[in-house]
């Protein structure tokens, strides 16, 4: 059974920031490993039991970290309190395994021990993939995000 567990430790940071980094390919390692001293920024990791070649390594009770999520609780202006998904990632080997659809599930119940109303999350208008998977697992589109660079 998978288990979701905030990351506190170097050694659970310096498991997760690879996976980070299949998101975040275009910036430099110190830069994920800044959001560590950010004051409300969670990193939270889904532990699945270890299979193949990690539980060989690893031994029987082993577990493997398969995706990660940093996420904020905050206040914004459309909703009440809300959990903010500013990363969400599934190690690129684990994919299709159902991960994404569970992490989400576990990050709701998360959110909801928080007092939240809300999850949300921004995905990049042209990635069709993860829209068409956000809307698989029931959420919905909520305006749109305009930015410009500083």
Known sequence: MAELRELTTDAEWERAVPILRQLWSYVDEAFVRSWRDEDDYRLLGWFAKATGGDADARGASAESL???????VQTVVHHERSLWIHDLVVDEAHRGEGH??????????WGETRDCDHVALVCAADNDEAAAF??????EPFGTVYEREL
């Open 66 to 72: 398969v995706a990660v999520a940093g996420v904020y």
């Open 100 to 109: 994404g659809e569970a992490l989400l599930d576990a990050l709701e119940t």
């Open 134 to 139: 956000y809307e698989h697992v029931g959420m």
